[in-house]
């Protein structure tokens, strides 16, 4: 598959106008990058054109303001001056790029927000057009937004002289192809988070493809009511009920899902709170679950002991807390700690990551949010395709 793209470690970039599209949509606070992971992931790309002479021009989004002006606290600014912190040398920021901008050889220039631009979203042609205008090469590096089909995503691949993937977006699509298309067995889900309907497709597609499909968070729990176990108050989706039952019938394939039986419960989330550990059995009316159980941890744990891969996507519990931190940091210990190839990827899953210091320890921490979704429910990414098509 990927070697149905051209590549842009392959091509002669010395002196070319090189425009590469990046995910630098780093969360900020106050003017400050609070992680500036998906920052270090682009580097070793940026810095492999710049040390080739290339002329480099990075684009990127940043949240998602309203289109059509240009608003500050969605600037890349601050993204900017992180850049040049981390390569170690300037990276001019330019706010009004679209009419052309001039880099020297071997230099760097970050463009202000395309989702500022009118027309980025619905991959208008005019856009991506005068996107495309920019450069000789363009590289599409950002796997994370590679499930949006857009102007600076798409459409520019599209129309500029050369299409190419850059070497971050082959890492991400070696790394997941890996555990997807010829996994070691036993090939493990760690699936968790507070919604089934925003995870319905991801889990009907990996229940068809892992034998164990380990779940954890609102999507336990509406799993546990739709074996008639009474939740109490917890969050549950009553909408994804029928569609719980099926997936626990076999309906989307033969995964096993074991399910809690036990789990942490309390009245509320304040920061005096306290957990009480009840078997899910016990549970009344009243209970509100925020965690797994130890005794479930412990089972979960022994299926991520005898994986050969892992997928992990979504906390089990609310692991912000301290009182409900317990279960995510034993999936997080026990992944870390086994021989399986683990692959971890999304948002949450990646400040628990952090959080529990066990980065170094999993095989594979992916950029990609939705992307990292997509892909392992098996969806063509569409910036993907067009590099096909290009090639
Ligand atoms: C992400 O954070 O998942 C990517 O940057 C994509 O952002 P989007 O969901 O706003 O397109």
Known sequence: MLSAVKRMTELELSGKRV???????????DGQITSDK????????????????????????????????????????????????????????????????????GSVALCENVRFETGEKANDEVLARRMAALCEIFVMDAFATAHRSQASTCGIARYAPVACAGPLL???????????????????????????????????????????????????????????????????????????????????????????????????????THGTIKLTRDLTNDDMIFDIGPETAAGYCDYIDRAGTILWNGPMGV???????????????????????????????LAAVEQFGVGEAISYISTGGGAFLDFIEGKELPAVAVLKERA
């Open 38 to 105: 998906r920052l270090r992931a682009a580097l070793r790309t940026i810095q492999f054109a710049v040390e080739r002479d290339a002329r480099v021009i990075l684009l990127s989004h940043l949240g998602r303001p309203a289109e059509g002006a240009s608003d500050r606290a969605f600037s890349l600014e601050p993204v900017a001056d992180r850049l040049s912190q981390l390569l170690t040398s300037p990276v001019m920021f330019v706010k009004d790029w679209l009419g052309g901008i001039e880099v020297e050889p």
């Open 170 to 272: 082959i890492r991400e699509l070696d790394a997941l192809s890996k555990v997807l298309e010829n996994p070691a067995r036993p090939l493990v889900a760690v699936i968790g988070g507070a919604k089934v309907s925003s995870k319905l497709s991801v889990l009907s597609a990996l229940a068809g493809k892992v034998d164990q499909l380990i779940v954890g968070g609102g999507i336990a729990n509406t799993l546990l009511a739709a074996t008639g176990i009474d939740v109490g108050r917890s969050l549950i989706e009553p909408g994804r009920l029928d569609y719980c039952k099926s997936l626990l019938a076999g309906k989307f394939g033969a995964a096993s899902i074991p399910l809690p039986t036990d789990v942490v419960v309390a009245n509320g989330l304040e920061r005096d």
């Open 319 to 349: 692991f912000e807390h301290p009182e409900f931190v317990h279960g995510t940091r034993r999936m997080a210990e026990a992944i870390a700690a086994g021989k399986a190839f683990s692959v971890a990827g999304g948002g949450d899953t």
């Open 19 to 29: 425009v590469i599209r990046e995910d630098l949509n780093a969360p900020i606070k």
